[in-house]
């Protein structure tokens, strides 16, 4: 998506209530740090296209376990931030790692709607879920999940 920020409701609204098995600032930050990359491209007028190998399940691996691990290294200062938020919070390495590979996969599946250069299942260069949804339908429905992003969030605060 052009506009990262509409990543974040969807990416909440699907961590929090599995903040069990998700590590939510993991997750969130792969959302958004995979975007680096139609960044780079633009910010330097590389010869690339905007969703390359970053934007597939297989580059997701790699960027998702790099943030994973990013995380866990800063899991102190993750940590002091989710007791800002009243979230309970346990850092752990191989929950990290997964979170960051799910949080760049989820991001990949919501782009491959609306992006016809993201090839999710590279090497194939077919994209099956090209035009599932529109443009405007795709930007509503991430826009509308912050609603429940809030509710869940309210929800998951510690009493």
Same mark, same amino acid.
């Given at each position: 998506m052009p506009f990262t920020p509409f990543?974040?409701?969807p990416s909440l609204t699907?961590?929090?209530p599995l903040r069990r098995y998700i590590?939510?600032?993991s997750f969130v930050l792969a959302n958004v740090a995979v975007d680096l990359e139609p960044l780079s491209v633009m910010t330097f007028k590389l010869?690339?296209?905007y969703h390359g190998y970053c934007h597939t399940l297989l580059g997701g691996i790699i960027v998702g376990l790099i943030c994973g691990f990013l995380a866990y290294r800063t899991r102190g200062t993750l940590g002091r931030l989710m007791d800002l938020l009243k979230i309970p919070y346990e850092a752990d390495l191989k929950k990290m790692l997964v979170s960051g590979v799910l949080g760049v996969w989820f991001h990949v599946m919501l782009?491959?709607?609306i992006h016809l250069d993201v090839k999710p299942f590279y090497p194939a260069q077919y994209n099956p879920l090209y035009s599932i949804m529109g443009h405007d339908a795709l930007y509503a =429905?991430?826009? =509308?999940m912050l609603v429940p992003a809030v509710?869940?969030?309210i929800r998951a605060r510690k009493a």
């Open positions: 990543h974040f409701p699907v961590s929090l590590d939510i600032p010869k690339y296209n782009d491959s709607i =429905a991430c826009a =509308a509710w869940l969030y």
